[in-house]
Nanobody, 124 residues
Framework: QLQASGGGLVQAGGSLRLSCAAS?????????????IGWYRQAPGKEREVVAT???????NYADSVKGRFTISRESAKKTVYLQMNSLKPEDMAVYYC???????????????WGQGTLVTVSS
């Protein structure tokens, strides 16, 4: 499983950096070196949605709603993937999760069970 951390309370326009790290059997180097990783979020009453992905080769992809504001990156030595979130808006408020993903039939699909998410609260 991958565990997300780094959430908190921030004012609109502020920034946060989330971290995604492997735990248990997923803590081997192959989890991060061989897999694409995705950041998801789920707001109250809404479905979980993917917001950013990064492949093993470093290719990134973003949901339109976060393009230009969020940046996904990976640090292989630390087996960690980050999500830098700038210019946060109240609509970004959600529980954020990370997971291994794969591209299948024009969709990003998560490939592992869900780990702990981290709550991001944005005050207006």
């Amino acid at each position: 499983q991958l565990q997300a951390s780094g959430g908190g309370l921030v004012q609109a326009g502020g920034s946060l950096r989330l971290s995604c790290a492997a735990s248990g059997s997923a803590a081997s180097g192959s989890t991060f070196s061989r897999n694409a990783i995705g950041w998801y979020r789920q707001a109250p009453g809404k479905e979980r949605e993917v917001v950013a992905t990064i492949t093993s080769g470093g290719t990134t992809n973003y949901a339109d709603s976060v393009k230009g504001r969020f940046t996904i990156s990976r640090e292989s030595a630390k087996k960690t993937v980050y999500l830098q979130m700038n210019s946060l808006k109240p609509e970004d408020m959600a529980v954020y999760y990370c997971n291994t993903v794969r591209w299948y039939h024009d969709l990003w699909l998560h490939t592992s069970s869900w780990g702990q998410g981290t709550l991001v609260t944005v005050s207006s």
